[in-house]
C-alpha cells in the first residue's frame, strides 16, 4: 500500500539498460572466446536471456556487477531437450529467433501467460523470408524456430516501426550471404547495431536503413552497461509529481534514440539538467530533475504527443500518462496502437488505474487522452501484471492523497526489481497478505 510521500531528495542509481544487457548476452553467445559485461541487469527479464544462453551451451557466470560468457560461438551452440524459457520478455523471444535462424538447429521458444499473447508473426515473417522455418502457435508462442547455417540476405521494412523485429533481421544477418537491410519510418533503438559493431562485425547506418554484412565472425568484447534511462524515468516522473523532490540519477544511457521523453518533459516546462555526458559506445551521464510548479503549455488543450513521438518513447507512455494528471491541459498521445501489444494492454490498463484514482481518461484504438489538473485519491488499482503499469500507478500512489494499493506489484521485478524500496520512507507500507501488493 503506497501513502502520499513529503518528497523524493536524493541521488539515485537504477539497474543496468535492459534492451543493452539482452543484447550483449546474445552476441556473447555467438562470439567465440570469453566476454565481460559490467552493470548487466539482473532483472527478470535479462535473467530469461541468461537461462536461454546457457541452455544454448554458453557458460555463463555472475557475481553482483558482471556476468562472463564463455562460449566456442555459433557452431558449439546446441538444442536444448525442452524449449526455452523467455519468460515475461518480449525482447528475449524475438532476438533469440533472429539469433537462432541463422543456427543449424531445431529450437523451440516459450514464454509466460503475457508473452504467449503477443504477435510473433512479425518476427516469423521475414525471418522465413531469410530461408528458415519459423512457426508460431496461431501467431503467437510458443514459437518454433529451424534454422540454416546460411540464410538469404534480405530488404525489410518492419510495419509497425520495431527495434526488435530490426535486431531479429540484423541477428539472422549475421548468419546471412551479403548485406540485410532494415528500413526504418522512425529511428527505433539502436543497441543493436552499436553492439555489433563491439563485436567486430560490419555494420552501420545509411539513412534510414540499417545494415549488417553477412556471414559474420563475432570476436568477443567488453561492455559497460549504462543505467537504464526507461527505469530512470519513473524516479524523474516522480520528481515531477511529489511537490519539493529534487532528484539526481547517475550513469543513465542517454543514446539518443532513447531519450525523446526528456524532449517532451523540457517542452512541458519541466525542470530538467543533463551533465557530465560521457560519449562512449553506449553514451551515458547524469540527469537532475527539479519539482515544477507548472507542467503544460500556457493556452487552453492538451499537449499533443505525436504518433511519431510515441513511437521513439513507446516503453514512457504509461509514466508520462501518470504525469499528464498534473500538468495544465492534460495530454493527448496519437499513435497507441502498439501500447495495445505490450506485457499488457498499456492504454486500457492506464485508463483503468488512472479511472479509478479519479482522472478524467478518453481512448480510441489509436489514441489515449487525458485530462490535467484533477485531484486524485488513493485507490484499490490493478498492474495486469505489466511492470511499466505497477510502476507508473506506483508513481501517482506516493504523490496523491488516500491510500493506493497496486495489485501485483511485483511485476516490477522483471525490469526494476528495487523501485518500491527507493520510494521515499513511510510512502511503502508492505502488505501483510501479498508480498505482491504494495
Ligand atoms: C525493445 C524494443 C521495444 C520496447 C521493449 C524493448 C528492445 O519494443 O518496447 O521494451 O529492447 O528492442 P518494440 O521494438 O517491439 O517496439
Known sequence: MLRRASRLVGTFRVPGDKSISHRAAMLAAFASGVTRIEGYALNGDCLSTLGCIAALGAAVERDETTVTIASGGRDSLVAPAGPLDAGNSGTTMRLLAGLLAGCDLDVSIAGDESLSGRPMRRVANPLTSMGAVVETTGGHAPIHVRGKARLNAISYQPDPPSAQV????????????????????????????????????????????????????????????????????????????????????????????????????????????????????????????????????????????????????????????????????????????????????????????????????RSSDETLEIDGGRLLLGARVRSFGDHRIAMALGCLG???????????????????PDFFDVLPEGAVVWSAHAGSER
Open 166 to 361: 530490426k535486431s531479429a533481421i540484423l541477428l539472422a544477418g549475421l548468419s546471412a550471404e551479403g548485406v540485410t537491410r532494415v528500413r526504418e519510418r522512425v529511428p527505433t533503438r539502436d543497441h543493436t547495431e552499436r553492439l555489433l559493431s563491439a563485436f567486430g562485425v560490419e555494420c552501420g547506418r545509411e539513412d534510414d536503413v540499417a545494415w549488417v554484412r553477412g556471414p559474420a565472425t563475432l570476436v568477443p568484447a567488453d561492455v559497460t552497461v549504462p543505467g537504464d534511462v526507461s527505469s530512470a524515468a519513473f524516479l524523474m516522473a516522480l520528481a515531477l509529481l511529489v511537490e519539493g523532490s529534487d532528484v539526481s540519477i547517475t550513469g543513465i544511457g542517454l543514446n539518443p534514440t532513447r531519450t525523446r521523453l526528456f524532449d517532451v518533459l523540457a517542452e512541458l516546462g519541466a525542470d530538467i539538467e543533463l551533465t557530465d555526458f560521457v560519449d562512449a559506445a553506449e553514451p551515458f551521464g547524469d540527469v537532475r530533475v527539479r519539482y515544477t510548479e507548472r507542467l503544460g503549455p500556457l493556452g487552453g488543450g492538451p499537449f499533443v504527443v505525436g504518433a511519431d513521438i510515441v513511437a521513439e518513447m513507446i516503453d514512457e507512455v504509461p509514466i508520462l500518462a501518470a504525469l499528464a494528471t498534473r500538468t495544465t491541459g492534460g495530454i493527448r498521445f496519437e499513435g497507441v496502437g502498439e501500447l495495445r501489444r505490450k506485457e499488457s494492454d498499456r492504454v486500457a490498463a492506464m485508463e483503468e488505474g488512472l479511472s479509478l484514482l479519479g482522472a478524467t481518461v
Open 398 to 416: 506516493v504523490a496523491i492523497e488516500g491510500e493506493t494499493t497496486i495489485e501485483d506489484a511485483g511485476a516490477a521485478g522483471v525490469s526494476f
